[in-house]
């Protein structure tokens, strides 16, 4: 545990306040803490625990982390190894409106009532990717959940952000995360929210097109809403209709259990039209000892 300490220090040192991951053990990279994640959301340090700790390495850790106690505001801990994900505090109160600032730009955070907290820091790749060719675009986001790339895209002026979601309370924060950054103007006439199941709306989503680029950010599995071994080819299938005079595709999927060749040999199936452009590199504080268990950022073009 002292290597976690010793990432906590190295990332306090830094004097950086935007969110990143201080400690990356699902990666599988340390030998012993694949259990653990540090997040810093300042001025908040997230601990996510995937098993029980040994009682006398985590009273030791939990010791030596009251070092800091001047530099933060409060240390959260979320087991998710019990049901619920219960949400406990080491010092401090869980924040109630608290914010995740990454490169200028301000999203709402959930602290203690889901699983997330409403940000994913590993999706900072695709949404450095939108910023480079999102001006004068428009946008399709789907799978949207709390908007994060369409906060990017209105950010670097982008024509017109469509985001579906079936979560209206996902749609919700995406709304305020924009207002977060000053976008009040824009979300009355360029920012759409669709609260649809998408495979029972593709007429709505095609009528608001075409569209230049195409997100496609789904959950891996989540019941009676996507599974992405028999529903991700049904979204591939429909680009050609959202964007008929071509365009730009990041294709997304976190599912340790699919890798890289399962998107590949779909686009090849559903959309050979597209051609393969390159996967985007992940971040560095997410090391993986295998790569094809990580997030899957595909780009494409048609």
Same mark, same amino acid.
């Given at each position: 545990?002292?290597?976690?300490?010793?990432?906590?220090?190295?990332?306090?040192?830094?004097?950086?306040?935007?969110?990143?991951?201080?400690?990356?053990?699902?990666?599988?990279?340390?030998?012993?803490?694949?259990?653990?994640?540090?997040?810093?959301?300042?001025?908040?340090?997230?601990?996510?625990?995937?098993?029980?700790?040994?009682?006398?390495?985590?009273?030791?850790?939990?010791?030596?982390?009251?070092?800091?106690?001047?530099?933060?505001?409060?240390?959260?801990?979320?087991?998710?190894?019990?049901?619920?994900?219960?949400?406990?505090?080491?010092?401090?109160?869980?924040?109630?409106?608290?914010?995740?600032?990454?490169?200028?730009?301000?999203?709402?955070? /959930?602290?203690?009532?889901?699983?997330?907290?409403?940000?994913?820091?590993?999706?900072?790749?695709?949404?450095?990717?939108?910023?480079?060719?999102?001006?004068?675009?428009?946008?399709?986001?789907?799978?949207?959940?709390?908007?994060?790339?369409?906060?990017?895209?209105?950010?670097?002026?982008?024509?017109?952000?469509?985001?579906?979601?079936?979560?209206?309370?996902?749609?919700?924060?995406?709304?305020?995360?924009?207002?977060?950054?000053?976008?009040?103007?824009?979300?009355?006439?360029?920012?759409?929210?669709?609260?649809?199941?998408?495979?029972?709306?593709?007429?709505?989503?095609?009528?608001?097109?075409?569209?230049?680029?195409?997100?496609?950010?789904?959950?891996?599995?989540?019941?009676? /809403?996507?599974?992405?071994?028999?529903?991700?080819?049904?979204?591939?299938?429909?680009?050609?209709?959202?964007?008929?005079?071509?365009?730009?595709?990041?294709?997304?999927?976190?599912?340790?259990?699919?890798?890289?060749?399962?998107?590949?040999?779909?686009?090849?199936?559903?959309?050979?039209?597209?051609?393969?452009?390159?996967?985007?590199?992940?971040?560095?504080?997410?090391?993986?000892?295998?790569?094809?268990?990580?997030?899957?950022?595909?780009?494409?073009?048609?």
């Amino acid at each position: 545990m002292k290597r976690i300490i010793a990432a906590i220090e190295q990332g306090l040192s830094e004097e950086n306040n935007d969110a990143r991951r201080f400690f990356h053990g699902r990666g599988q990279c340390y030998e012993g803490l694949g259990f653990i994640n540090v997040d810093w959301f300042a001025p908040v340090l997230l601990i996510t625990l995937y098993q029980e700790p040994d009682a006398v390495d985590w009273h030791a850790f939990t010791d030596n982390l009251t070092v800091f106690q001047s530099d933060m505001d409060a240390v959260l801990v979320q087991r998710r190894y019990i049901r619920g994900a219960p949400l406990e505090t080491l010092w401090g109160d869980i924040p109630q409106q608290a914010q995740a600032l990454e490169q200028g730009l301000r999203y709402s955070l /959930s602290f203690g009532g889901k699983q997330n907290v409403g940000f994913f820091l590993d999706m900072l790749p695709g949404r450095e990717w939108l910023k480079q060719r999102a001006t004068g675009k428009k946008v399709l986001n789907l799978f949207s959940y709390t908007c994060a790339f369409s906060v990017v895209a209105i950010a670097e002026n982008a024509h017109s952000v469509v985001n579906l979601d079936m979560s209206s309370a996902a749609l919700n924060v995406g709304r305020s995360n924009h207002r977060l950054n000053q976008h009040d103007d824009r979300l009355k006439r360029d920012i759409q929210f669709l609260s649809h199941d998408l495979f029972r709306s593709w007429k709505k989503v095609i009528s608001k097109g075409p569209y230049d680029i195409v997100i496609i950010d789904p959950p891996s599995r989540q019941k009676g /809403s996507f599974i992405a071994t028999s529903d991700y080819i049904k979204v591939v299938r429909r680009l050609l209709s959202l964007m008929p005079k071509g365009g730009d595709i990041l294709a997304c999927l976190n599912a340790p259990e699919l890798d890289e060749q399962f998107l590949l040999d779909l686009f090849t199936e559903a959309c050979p039209e597209a051609s393969f452009v390159e996967r985007l590199e992940a971040r560095k504080d997410f090391p993986e000892a295998d790569s094809r268990r990580n997030l899957k950022m595909l780009h494409y073009q048609l």
